[in-house]
């Protein structure tokens, strides 16, 4: 017999579910458009791997880290971006919907515009982009003397799950600045996309600074770096030391707080289209 709370969550969820398959439908509906798109964010992917190597390839060691140990920070780095911009990154659109006054029809249905907006499409070519971080992943995995225990499978988890969370984060939080720049998505890109940027680079590369703002004001080295160190049994630098990487919920978490701190102040700015 079904739970009647079970029932209540499966309906509660229906018109979200309707929503995103409709957008999945109409992705693939143009089977030449759509292999287009795959295909140009799989060579995004590659392109981004390939910098990573050329700077390896010419410098042996940056940051303490060599070729194999980079392989698992952009593993670990962008997968967790890629799948995190799937579910997350078509938020980027909303300054298009404030000003075409299209926020407003948002308002008008009975359930919690962010979530709205999150279940409003799903881009399944940023699948291809993820594919090869997880690839580069596995390689890393492959190619470095890893102890491995149910430990370390617990780490590999914990930092996926949070990497994903944390970034989705950072995502609603450039939402909700949104309300208020209206044309500063430039601004926020600098902290979304430079984020993911940040985050497969080096920590010990980074003045005192920017160690502080990608460890802990915005802590994209919780993705990363931080679980490739502990992983590798390397010390950290100087505010950041490997065993804070079990600490990576918490950074999820801390960003969420701000995320959603920044769009309760921003839809509360927000005074609709005037349409």
Do not use: K
């Not at 499409?121 to 699948?127: A, E, G, N, Q, V």
């Amino acid at each position: 017999m079904v739970e009647p709370s079970a029932v209540r969550a499966g309906t509660w969820f229906t018109p979200y579910a309707a929503v995103l398959r409709s957008r999945i439908r109409a992705q693939r509906a143009y089977r030449l458009s759509f292999a287009s798109e795959v295909f140009s964010a799989f060579l995004i992917g590659l392109v981004e791997f390939a910098e990573v190597w050329v700077i390896f390839h010419n410098v042996r060691v940056l940051g303490g880290l060599d070729l194999n140990a980079a392989l698992l920070l952009f593993g670990f780095g962008q997968s967790t971006f890629a799948l995190a911009q799937v579910l997350f990154g078509h938020l980027d659109t909303l300054p298009t919907l404030i000003r075409m006054g299209q926020l407003d029809a948002y308002h008008l249905r009975p359930q919690p515009l962010l979530l709205q907006l999150i279940t409003s499409d799903i881009s399944l070519r940023r699948f291809a982009r993820a594919s090869v971080a997880l690839v580069v992943l596995a390689l890393g995995f492959l190619r470095n003397d890893i102890d491995w225990s149910p430990a370390t499978v617990a780490l590999v988890l914990l930092t996926m799950l949070s990497g994903i969370a944390l970034f989705g984060g950072i995502f609603v939080c450039a939402a909700g600045l949104q309300f208020y720049l209206i044309d500063g998505a430039e601004l926020t890109n600098s902290f979304t996309y430079g984020g993911s940027f940040a985050a497969v680079q080096p920590a010990t590369v980074f003045p005192t600074p920017l160690r502080l703002l990608f460890g802990f004001a915005i802590p994209v080295a919780f993705t990363a770096y931080l679980p490739t160190i502990e992983l590798l049994g390397l010390p950290g630098p100087a505010l950041l030391p490997a065993w804070l990487a079990w600490l990576s919920p918490l950074a999820a978490l801390w960003v969420w707080l701000l995320a959603l701190s920044f769009w309760r102040f921003g839809t509360r700015h927000y005074q609709g289209g005037g349409g």
